[in-house]
């Protein structure tokens, strides 16, 4: 690929958002890496969605120690892409990790213990070439650590400046309750498995971040690729469902499911959107809510996915015929 030189353009579109009541404002659409750029993917391709996105205005980048696969290799190509390509613009982007699930033997390698924390966010320091993120993440609840020691891991990469701001994620109601009164350094954002098709959020947690001033970012915001038409005529041969098949399976893309991506198709074409940007735009309008990180496999989806925030708004008897079909 040629010398990147950013788009100069790049920020005119994008309306940032406030996430809780911080001092930081995230793109509405964030780039997740967690599927396609592992070791196991084209480079030039994670490289091209990459640039991409940063000169569509998408500054936030989401990874964890464990995305790949193999794990940890989503962190060594964006550490590639940023030496080779976005170094010059470090200041301009927001980089987040996160430790929590399974990444190396023993008892040390996953979960919430201060060390595991700790020693997982030196090695991704070290993938990415990155002096500190600006956001590091305990990726799940630990039933088997006291929750003060969980976050006073946290607390602790932000003052060892590896770390600007601190979040959790995949916590429920109660424990982000508890979180949030154990952590010294304010709990900046709660990502969430949240979509039309996945809405536990509603039930407590929306509430709670909109009170405690913590902003919501949700992860799989298209269900993987059902809220999309992509599975409408059949399962495609490069879709996630045959070509990965660990989070998305067959059964999933079952016919009760798609009559209800058919019947929500038909509200987004009469928006002017796609059903991914009406999705996408469903979940921006919860005020709790500050942004989304989709997965891409090719620039096209990330350029049609990226506009959805052009229309947030939705009718009363939209969002009332969107609860009748779910």
Request: hydrophobic share 40%.
């Amino acid at each position: 690929m040629s010398q990147y030189i950013a788009d100069p353009k790049r920020y005119e579109s994008v309306r940032y958002r406030r996430c809780g009541r911080s001092g930081l404002r995230l793109p509405p659409v964030s780039l997740g890496l967690w599927h396609n750029f592992g070791g196991v993917h084209s480079f030039e391709n994670s490289r091209a969605m990459l640039r991409r996105a940063f000169d569509l205005g998408v500054t936030h980048i989401d990874l964890a120690n464990n995305y790949g696969p193999p794990a940890g290799s989503a962190e060594e190509t964006f550490g590639r892409v940023l030496k080779l390509d976005l170094a010059p613009y470090r200041d301009e982007l927001i980089i987040s990790t996160k430790a929590g699930y399974d990444m190396w033997p023993g008892p040390y390698g996953e979960w919430g213990s201060r060390k595991y924390l700790l020693a997982s966010l030196d090695q991704s320091l070290k993938r990415m070439g990155l002096e500190y993120v600006d956001i590091f993440y305990s990726h799940r609840p630990d039933p088997g650590t006291p929750i003060e020691e969980t976050m006073s891991a946290l607390d602790s990469a932000v003052r060892s400046g590896k770390a600007l701001y601190v979040g959790i994620s995949n916590y429920n109601v109660d424990q982000t309750r508890a979180a949030i009164e154990a952590l010294d350094a304010p709990c900046l954002i709660h990502q969430m498995r949240y979509s039309m098709f996945k809405r536990e959020p509603e039930e407590g947690l929306l509430q709670l971040l909109e009170d405690a001033g913590v902003g919501g970012i949700a992860f799989s915001p298209l269900a993987q690729g059902l809220l999309t038409d992509r599975y409408l005529a059949g399962i495609p041969a490069d879709s996630r469902v045959m070509t990965d098949g660990r989070f998305l399976k067959a059964g999933d893309v079952d016919e009760g499911r798609l009559a209800k991506v058919r019947a929500l198709g038909q509200i987004a074409a009469a928006r002017g959107q796609t059903l991914a940007q009406m999705a996408i735009a469903w979940l921006l309008r919860q005020p709790a809510m500050t942004s989304t990180i989709i997965g891409a496999s090719k620039v096209e989806q990330l350029e049609q996915n990226v506009t959805a925030a052009a229309n947030l708004s939705f009718a009363p008897e939209e969002l009332a015929r969107i609860e009748e079909i779910l």
